[in-house]
């Protein structure tokens, strides 16, 4: 993971912490950016 898809993703799981965006989207969203399930589970709780 490059420094830019990292900075993307945790704006992405901040986004998701805020409440701006859904689980379901969040996890859309860190799939375009290459993470798997797992990864992506994991950054979101």
């Known amino acids: 993971m490059t420094p830019i898809q990292r900075h993307l993703a945790e704006e992405v799981a901040l986004d998701h912490l805020d409440g701006l965006i859904s689980r379901r989207e969040a996890l859309r969203r860190l799939g375009l950016l290459g993470?798997?399930?797992?990864?992506?589970?994991a950054l979101l709780t």
């Open 35 to 41: 993470l798997g399930l797992p990864a992506a589970a």
